[in-house]
């Protein structure tokens, strides 16, 4: 099983650590877009700072991420699993993981970037500022330069695997599998129930209840192969859910309470 994550805008910036090293991630195949990306956001951000800040549709208050941005190359690294600091990530909880657990995420998450186009939990980055519907003066819209190289990565990494869909617009736009692929994927989406029980989108608790089923489904040692494996098992654990097979890709729609 994968389990395709979005970023977190929050992010944890360490105060030491090894310096960027690009052939160190994971996904190989993704080695010379991504120094393509990371070279013009630096450039970007030590030639026009404050070209860069509206590119990056950051306010002034954030004017700071210029900065951090202008020196990814020499910036302080830690796991993914740690720079990584929102709500999901808190639910997700990766840095409380060890042992088998540990292994099993590592192995199975798949975290989509704007800057590093796909990244492992354990693979070390520095904190950054780049959003996914970003357009680059050079290289242009972020979502359409990582389409073709994450094809092409994730080809080799989803193999058969049943792949399960946490991401978040417009990350979901870098990849989708062909139609003939054979790739088996379900997406999730999280609701609630309003006071005449119409079926209601979730805004605050959305990415919360993301990242504690996508703990569940990272760290279990239950065998899911197929999307009815997925609904049984969440079900088995107390989760209200249930799939919409009119959908494509197919949609397991998650259930909260109000």
């Known amino acids: 099983m994968l389990i395709l994550l979005p970023p977190s805008e929050g992010k944890l910036c360490p105060a030491r650590g090894k310096a960027l090293d690009l052939e160190t991630l994971r996904d190989s195949t993704l080695h010379d877009a991504r120094q393509r990306v990371v070279a013009e956001l630096v450039n970007l951000c030590q030639a026009?700072?404050?070209?860069?800040?509206?590119?990056?549709?950051?306010?002034?208050?954030?004017?700071?991420?210029?900065?951090?941005?202008?020196?990814?190359?020499?910036?302080?690294?830690?796991s993914a699993s740690r720079i990584y600091s929102g709500v999901l990530f808190g639910e997700l909880g990766l840095t409380e993981l060890s042992g088998d657990e540990l292994?099993?995420?590592?192995?199975r998450i798949i975290i989509f970037s704007a800057l590093f186009g796909l990244a492992r939990p354990n693979d070390r980055i520095p904190c950054y500022r780049l959003s996914g519907n970003v357009k680059l003066p050079e290289l242009g819209s972020l979502t359409r330069f990582w389409q073709e190289p994450i094809s092409l990565a994730m080809q080799s990494s989803a193999g058969k695997q049943l792949i399960v869909d946490m991401r978040?617009?417009?990350y979901t736009s870098m990849w989708s599998p062909p139609k003939d692929s054979g790739i088996n994927m379900v997406q999730v989406k999280i609701w609630q129930r309003d006071g005449k029980g119409n079926r209601v989108a979730v805004s605050h608790h959305n990415k919360a209840t993301k990242g504690k089923l996508a703990r569940y489904l990272a760290t279990t040692d239950n065998t899911m192969n197929t999307v009815?494996?997925?609904?049984?098992?969440?079900v088995a654990q107390g989760w209200q859910a249930e799939l919409d097979t009119t959908a494509n890709p197919i949609r397991l729609d998650v259930y909260i309470e109000p």
Do not use: C, F, M
Not at 103 to 107: I, Y
């Open 48 to 78: 026009e700072p404050e070209k860069a800040r509206k590119i990056l549709g950051l306010s002034e208050k954030l004017g700071q991420w210029v900065q951090r941005n202008s020196e990814l190359y020499s910036a302080a690294t830690d």
């Open 103 to 107: 292994r099993r995420a590592n192995k």
């Open 168 to 170: 978040s617009t417009p």
């Open 228 to 234: 009815p494996d997925v609904l049984a098992a969440i």
